[in-house]
């Protein structure tokens, strides 16, 4: 005999966020909770004399209905990603990230489209995101069981992304959802309602079959545009007088490629330019510039005083955030939105940031090892950059 009691039904994509729902929801009653992970079937089962215990409602999505839960019977539900969204399990804070103006750039492919979207958020709440998780299907026909979402997981700092390997003239769902990392648990905000975009008919042109009988003259230059170097100008001509077959496989696009990728695309490797704040010492600092990012590596030894976190609810907060370092101008974010990352010390772990204008903060640390005089931190964050450029 089934018990009574809510059996929510969860899957990858769900777990997460709805463990983290549920066990703020439940509090003193977190240890009745049960969490089964079966080989067909997984669920979160929240037994009567819980649902009876005066917690309140239940929602698994910020504004939505509450959630009728089996008191006398077992009641089963069955949540998509788009009912359930992340909750900070140690402070029950919500985290929002505004995405707006999601969808195709440009006339989609017949085998590729490219996805961008807008964000907004507030970076004193920690609602940077730390990730994006880009999810797409083909669109499922009017009573068919749709398939499973493929996911794309996206660094915070990205605004679009192309996805590939589609199937002409095929309508594919797309939906995006957030990352946010205020703490040491991760919160999966709110997935946007998914868009319908439909790839074009296979023009049957992409064979390389074609082409004029003269070979094209091909140049690459980098985009005045970007000052990154990482997007190019490819310019054909197909006035010349070559005896290639018009395809550009005779030679002149890999030459072109090729200067400019010695002119724009190499790795630089730079080892000083972050200088402690009080309180720390820099025992360790490599930056590596590519044309797609810079990647930091940092490492600060506490010289001051144990770090200061606040009591609960608000257990892990350190106010005012604790500047570490500074970090020279080919360390930084090249626009103005700040970057968040993590940073660990073996013992304990919390959110860092870094401004515009170099300064490195400790945020947040995780309240059951306290960051001490003495130990080690470690940090890398990644952001958009270009080898030429940090020269």
């Not at 990858?12 to 709805?18: F, I, R």
């Not at 797609?292 to 770090?307: C, F, M, Q, Y």
Request: aromatic share 6%.
């Amino acid at each position: 005999m089934v018990p009574c009691g809510t059996y929510i039904v969860v899957d990858d994509d769900t777990a997460n966020p709805l463990l983290q729902r549920v066990l703020i929801w439940a509090q003193l009653d977190r240890d009745k909770i049960d969490y089964h992970q079966g080989y067909s079937i997984s669920y979160v089962f929240i037994p009567s004399e819980v649902a009876t215990a005066g917690h309140g409602d239940l929602v698994l999505r910020a504004g939505a209905d509450p959630v009728t839960l089996g008191t006398n019977a077992p009641v089963w539900i069955d949540p998509t990603i788009f009912d359930v969204d992340g909750i900070n399990p140690n402070t029950g804070i919500e985290y929002d990230q505004v995405v707006s103006n999601f969808g195709p750039r440009g006339e989609p492919g017949s085998r590729s489209v490219k996805i961008g979207w807008d964000y907004s958020g507030k970076l004193e709440q920690r609602t940077e995101p730390t990730g994006w998780l880009l999810r797409y299907r083909s669109a499922p026909e009017e009573g068919a069981c749709p398939l499973e979402w493929r996911t794309l997981r996206l660094p915070g700092w990205q605004r679009e992304a192309w996805l590939r390997g589609l199937m002409p003239a095929t309508a594919y769902q797309v939906t995006l959802q957030g990352i946010a990392h205020p703490g040491s648990t991760p919160v999966l905000t709110e997935a946007v309602a998914p868009i319908t975009v439909t790839t074009a008919a296979d023009s049957g042109d992409g064979d390389g079959d074609g082409g004029s009988e003269q070979a094209p003259k091909v140049t690459v230059e980098a985009d005045p545009a970007d000052a990154s170097g990482r997007t190019v100008i490819l310019h054909i001509d197909n006035t010349g007088t070559g005896g290639g077959t018009g395809d550009g496989s005779d030679g002149d696009v890999e030459q072109a490629l090729k200067e400019h990728l010695a002119q724009y695309h190499t790795t630089k490797t730079i080892t000083q330019g972050v200088t402690a704040a009080d309180g720390w010492s820099v025992t360790s600092q490599q930056l590596t510039a590519t044309p797609d990012a810079l990647v930091a590596v940092v490492t600060v030894s506490r010289t001051g005083p144990d770090v200061v976190m606040l009591p609960a609810p608000e257990a892990g907060n350190v106010v005012p955030d604790l500047h570490v370092v500074t970090a020279e101008a080919a360390w930084r974010p090249a626009g103005p939105d700040q970057v968040i990352f993590i940073g660990a010390t073996g013992f304990g772990h919390g959110s860092m940031r870094i401004t515009p204008q170099g300064e490195i903060y400790l945020l947040d640390w995780s309240n059951d090892n306290p960051l001490k005089t003495g130990q080690n931190l470690r940090f890398t964050y990644v952001i958009p950059g270009s080898g030429k450029s940090a020269s």
